[in-house]
């Protein structure tokens, strides 16, 4: 059975991906990162679904790199988290730096040392806009490193990466994901605030899947 280690943000798209390779028989692992972000109410999501799922899950501490990755609005709290549906003006504002790059290399440097064969993560389309590092382009260029980075190859596996959310919504649901313990807005607060693009994104994922959507919102 393959051995696979997911990045887990406790969101909608990393826990459908958790089930999605568990109900495919993947001997799973799972890995978070506290890079310092905003929303870091996320990883309590992320430990609370992977002790119900019974998996093991790894939290690392790198919040410190918040002192090289300003310049917007999920590591600078000082700035204000856009409001509205994402766009090419707005996306940027919420862009970290690198993030995936980042944390792949953290998801693969564990497989290697634990002799697992991949890593995955939740990466999917936008229905307007796509975060850079989560286009197609950018996971097939990181399999591609990750075979080649050290003496024992690695697969990165981005099933989700040409779906909406929507599509993750709907497998999600047939999969039996409990949404309501998932976490997607950015402001991080006890509830999801209804109006960050994020939050608009997973209202419209849930809508576009025919899916009640189970989020205690603030707006």
């Not at 310092?36 to 501490?61: K, P, S």
């Not at 504002?93 to 693969?108: D, G, K």
């Not at 994922?205 to 205690?216: E, L, M, R, S």
Request: glycine share 8%; hydrophobic share 40%; net charge negative.
């Amino acid at each position: 059975m393959p051995r696979t280690v997911v990045i887990m943000s406790g969101g909608i798209d990393s826990t459908t991906l958790l089930y999605e390779l568990i109900a495919a028989g993947h001997i799973v692992k799972a890995l978070s990162v506290n890079y310092g972000q905003r929303h870091c109410r996320e990883l309590e999501a992320a430990a609370h679904l992977c002790t119900t799922l019974a998996i093991e899950h790894q939290q690392i501490e790198l919040s410190a790199t918040r002192e090289l990755f300003g310049g917007n609005s999920l590591m600078d709290f000082a700035a204000p988290i856009p409001a509205g549906e994402y766009s090419a003006t707005t996306m940027p504002q919420t862009t970290v730096p690198n993030r995936n790059m980042l944390l792949l290399s953290l998801a693969i440097g564990w497989a290697i040392s634990i002799d697992y064969e991949g890593v995955a993560f939740g990466a999917h389309a936008g229905t307007t806009v796509t975060y850079p590092d989560c286009r197609p382009e950018f996971a097939a260029a990181m399999h591609q490193a990750a075979l080649l980075c050290d003496w024992q190859p690695i697969a990165v596996l981005a099933p989700f990466v040409t779906w909406t959310k929507g599509d993750v919504v709907r497998r999600g649901a047939s999969l039996g994901v409990p949404f309501e313990w998932t976490w997607s807005c950015y402001q991080g607060r006890e509830r999801h605030c209804g109006i960050c693009g994020t939050c608009i994104d997973r209202r419209r994922a849930f809508i576009a899947a025919g899916v009640p959507d189970p989020t205690d919102y603030e707006s």
